[in-house]
């Protein structure tokens, strides 16, 4: 195997340093490099979008990506978006909406959540349906999640609240 | 939650405690956790179902740089205790079962594929499994027991040599006069019913490090259970180290299930290689090892002849019961035991007479049969869908089979076969509510119109009552059942906060809410100022099964209300003395304790606990100053969970898939401590047996081959195919003065299969289709419409 390859990115707005072989997950790196263990992985295989996080603004699923390939990029993982102790209004509209159970899927979702609403907040019931379809969650049913995505949007739009 | 002063918390739509750090990415679930020092594990696994191990060579491994250490089964052998699964809780030795005994890992044989042969420890997972591919291994092919034919056939070779052959159980269970019941029937129906192997794939895996100490001779196991004691009590006996020094600590779980109730064989060769090593040693699963190796669940079938009347009144069923166990038996709960739940537990809210039963649970080389949510609940698919092709037989529509065979309450039969009281039963109520909802009438009318269009609209009913923790028993008395009480600790801390250490393991059930409602309300304290600890055996409570079987609601919630009212009595002593007043004269609210009435005397727990602290000379001599309360609590006077289900779809004959237009769900647990919560169970069971139906198969090839170890072949119902559920509660009849609070975990699960089913065989059925399995994805519907020709 290849040996260690320095890696330089943007993390949650802050600049990173970090190696890692060439094999090495964007998922795993995070995780095991920078300690950013709010990425999950649920499946390693792209199916069921725990391991969500955003490149360059774009909802990506961190097992698929390499650690080199992000060099030079942005990536916003989950513990990027609350302002200090208050949340992003996706994770607050989750809590209200009691979106979720066990908690493991919930970065992916809220990663997707925010990619979706920031590219447009003004979704019905089926296009957020849609737009989730690839993130699986195996407590809950999905209502609750998609009630919390339907009061985010509705916050934006109707609030302003920023995504 | 805001909180309004003297507002009650139980019964408000409370936000969870636990959301905050799920949300934002603080949860620490078992990948999350590093150690210092840690290595981490692969296994490697067996590609084939059966076969002896003629030789395992790990040389190669062993020389890879980054590996650490590699154990071959027979290495482990020498380091561990075989194990017979069950034996510490005395599940092994049931009436008829046979228990084989085993090593963490493959010696002399594999049993499936997946078994794990050698453990691989290395800097890194990425190492760990380079060097599993170096391993070289040696297979005699046996011939493969896959179906419950091939383990009856003599000819086949036994799984577990020492068994001398493949049956894992044998049961016969009678109960009331079988011969007068069917002596009475105008006619016996006949049906097989079978339901497919799938499992409880939790988001999150199995995972666990083993930290053994060399110093103090101590292990510590983090892990993701529900069960940390039961880990605990399984591997001490294993390994050879005393129980009290071994430690073991869950912090977030990603889901079980019912998967995660006890240890697992990889468990153990970890605690080994720990040991061995004096280092910490991980090991998370990956999808594929979860998919085949962690446990599946379900796969069972009932050969049935039921004694019916012709108005459809079903007196008796003779059953004939299979179940395959898989290889090894799980640890503590063998899945061959609940081959006896499908009698046991069939009756549900009918009036049967009699049931008679022959069960014979199998090994096969499949992988480990485990517990997954509502365990018995082939019992309710097989009795509802029995009850609804009676319907179907004596031309009766399937509501009203359910109004003649469903009790009545306070009328006979006032308990069921099993001596168990139906007190306080509300079926009758819930079928009636949801046939309303659902314009049962106006729905037929529909269904007919849309004949004619070409469209095939269905409806399903199913109901089901479920003991969680049913109605206390006079024969048997507490209403805790087989796994006892329910024991905790309820604290003021010397900071005044209340502090509340449970037994349970929360995995997404929201007992960290939860029971901080119920104290707040019986102590008078804030929700914010009360914390739920768990998950660590050094101080928790010993629990058998902490989180499962639906027992929090009634068990956890009724000791913490009865540990916090004991609590409160000795506040209110305390205050009594400070304050000079009597204790009956006395209230607490937001944690302040005041004079009913003259609100200016007051004193806040806060000031109580550094009174306590700092100035005990200003409390009588003598009193109690211990704010500390462990309660005890049996479950009071119980009651049942249960309720009634429908389902409308419309089934495209083209393409031969399910659309499910409306989820009717109309349950009784009680009262509901956070209805949000509540409703997320219900949501979640029904999702589970909306897969179990359309989607989910453990499925293997007749040679024993495994064919759904990823997300692309075992299939997950997603946002797309899942309703927005429609939930309503029938009006709770409460038999305990303080505790109403009943399960709701397993309803939707074990109910929804057969409203699903019944839907569809109701939509199809002008077609002439006989639903008689629980797996009807698009394939198998064409095959029945014979539209395509069946495998």
Redesign the interface.
């Known amino acids: 195997m290849t040996g260690e390859q320095a890696i330089r990115l943007t993390v949650n707005g802050t600049a990173r340093s970090a190696t890692a072989e060439v094999r090495m997950t964007l998922a795993d790196f995070l995780r095991d490099r920078l300690a950013l263990t709010g990425t999950h992985l649920g499946c390693e295989h792209g199916v069921c979008g725990a391991c969500t996080v955003l490149v360059d603004g774009e909802a990506v699923r961190s097992c698929l990506m390499l650690a080199v390939q992000a060099r030079g990029h942005d990536v916003v993982t989950v513990e990027g978006l609350a302002d200090g102790d208050r949340m992003h209004s996706v994770q607050q509209a989750f809590w209200e909406s009691h979106s979720f159970q066990c908690g493991f899927c919930t970065p992916g979702f809220v990663m997707s959540t925010v990619a979706l609403l920031r590219e447009n907040s003004d979704v019905d019931e089926q296009e957020v349906r849609e737009a989730l379809s690839g993130n699986i969650c195996r407590c809950t049913g999905y209502q609750s999640i998609v009630e919390g995505v339907l009061l985010a949007a509705r916050r934006a739009r109707e609030e302003g609240s920023v995504l | 939650m805001t909180n309004v002063a003297g507002a009650r918390s139980v019964g408000a ?1 409370v ?2 405690s ?3 750090r ?8 078992i ?2 956790v ?1 150690l210092p020092g840690m290595l981490h594990a692969a296994f490697f696994r067996s590609i084939v179902p059966h076969a002896r191990l003629a030789s395992v060579d790990v040389s190669a491994a062993r020389e890879l740089p980054g590996v650490i250490a590699v154990y071959t089964g027979e290495e482990i052998k020498t380091r561990t205790k075989a194990n017979q699964a069950g034996t510490v809780i005395g599940m092994n030795n049931m009436p008829g079962m046979k228990s084989p005994w085993f090593h963490a890992l493959a010696t002399d044989k594999v049993r499936f594929v997946g078994d794990p042969i050698a453990l691989v420890v290395a800097e890194s997972r ?1 190492v760990a499994e ?1 060097a599993c591919e170096l391993i070289v291994e040696d297979y005699e092919m046996l011939d493969p027991i896959v179906t419950y034919e091939h383990a009856l056939d003599p000819s086949r070779p036994p799984i577990f040599d020492e068994l001398g052959d493949n049956i894992a159980m044998t049961a016969e269970m009678a109960i009331g006069d079988i011969d007068a019941a069917f002596s009475k029937a105008d006619r016996v129906v006949s049906a097989t019913i079978s339901v497919h192997r799938h499992q409880n ?4 895996g199995r995972g666990s490090i083993a930290s053994w100490d060399p110093g103090t001779e101590q292990l510590t196991i983090h892990t993701s259970t529900q069960s940390p004691h039961m880990v605990r009590m399984l591997l001490a006996p294993q390994i050879d180290v005393p129980l009290e020094r071994i430690r073991v600590i869950a912090g ?4 079980a ?1 019912g998967l995660k109730t006890g240890l697992f064989r990889e468990d153990v060769a970890l605690a080994v290689a720990s040991m061995d090593l004096g280092r910490p040693v991980k090991w998370v699963e ?2 594929s090892e979860h998919l085949s190796s962690s446990g599946q669940a379900r796969e069972e079938m009932a050969d049935l002849e039921a004694a019916v009347t012709d108005d459809g009144l079903l007196l008796a069923v003779k059953m004939n019961v299979k179940l395959n166990a898989g290889a090894y038996p799980c640890d503590p709960f063998p899945g061959a035991m609940f081959a006896n739940s499908i009698s046991g537990s069939f009756q549900g809210p009918t009036q049967i007479e009699a049931i008679a039963a022959t069960t014979t649970a199998v090994f096969s080389n499949k992988a480990t049969y485990v517990a997954y949510r509502g365990p018995w609940a082939t019992a309710d698919f097989v009795r509802e869908r029995l009850l609804d092709i009676i319907a179907r037989e004596l031309e009766i529509d399937p509501i009203d089979i359910r109004r003649r065979n469903y009790v009545v309450r306070d009328e006979p039969p006032l308990a069921m076969l099993s001596g168990q009281p139906f007190t306080g039963v509300t079926t009758r109520e819930s079928l009636e509510q949801a046939a309303e909802l659902v314009d049962w009438e106006g729905f037929r009318r529909r269904q007919f119109a849309a004949r004619d269009q070409g469209r095939y609209l269905g409806l399903g009913i199913a109901s089901y009552l479920e003991a969680a923790p049913g109605p206390r028993n006079p024969a048997v008395g507490a209403g805790g059942g087989i796994m006892g009480n329910e024991v905790t600790h309820v604290s003021i801390e010397r900071d005044g906060k209340t502090v509340i250490i449970t037994q349970q393991h929360p ?4 007992h960290e809410t939860t029971l901080a409602q119920v104290a707040a309300d019986e102590l008078g304290v804030r929700f914010e100022d009360i914390t739920v600890r768990y998950g660590d055996t050094d101080i928790t409570p010993v629990a058998l099964v902490a989180t499962g079987g639906s027992r929090a609601a009634t068990m956890a919630n009724g000791a913490v209300l009865h540990a916090s009212r004991e609590l409160r009595t000795k506040i209110l002593s305390l205050t009594s003395a400070l304050l000079e007043a009597n204790p009956d004269d006395l209230q607490i609210t937001e944690g302040v304790v005041s004079v009913k009435g003259s609100p200016g005397s007051n004193m806040s727990i806060v000031e109580i606990a550094r009174i306590i602290e700092q100035q005990p000379e200003r409390l009588p001599e003598g009193i109690d100053l211990e704010l500390k309360v462990t309660g005890s609590y049996d479950g009071g006077m119980g009651g049942w969970s249960g309720g009634t289900h429908c389902c409308l779809v419309e089934v495209d004959v083209e393409t031969g898939l399910v659309h499910i237009d409306r989820y009717v769900v109309v349950e009784d647990c009680g009262v509901p401590v956070n209805p ?2 509540v ?2 169970q219900v ?2 069971g ?3 047996g909306i897969g179990a139906v359309l989607f989910e198969r453990s499925s293997y090839g007749d040679d024993g081959q495994f064919l759904a170890s ?3 072949d075992y299939l ?1 119902p ?3 195919v ?1 309703p ?2 429609e939930i309503h509660h029938v009006d709770t009849i409460a038999l305990d003065p303080d505790v109403n609070f009943r399960g709701v975990g397993e309803g939707g699960m074990i109910v929804s299969p057969a409203a699903i089913t019944n839907a569809i065989e109701d939509a199809l059925a002008p077609l002439g289709v006989k639903v008689r399995e629980q797996h009807l994805p698009p394939a198998r519907i064409l095959e029945l419409l014979g539209t395509v020709v069946a495998e």
Do not use: S
């Open positions: 739509r936000k969870r636990e959301d905050p799920i949300l934002t990415g603080k949860g620490r679930y990948d999350d590093v990425y380079d794939v939790p988001m999150e977030d779980v990603g889901g299930f990956d999808r995995h997404g059930q929201g949000a919560i409703e997320g949501r979640g029904v999702t589970q990823t997300f692309m997950l997603t946002t797309t899942v927005n559920f």
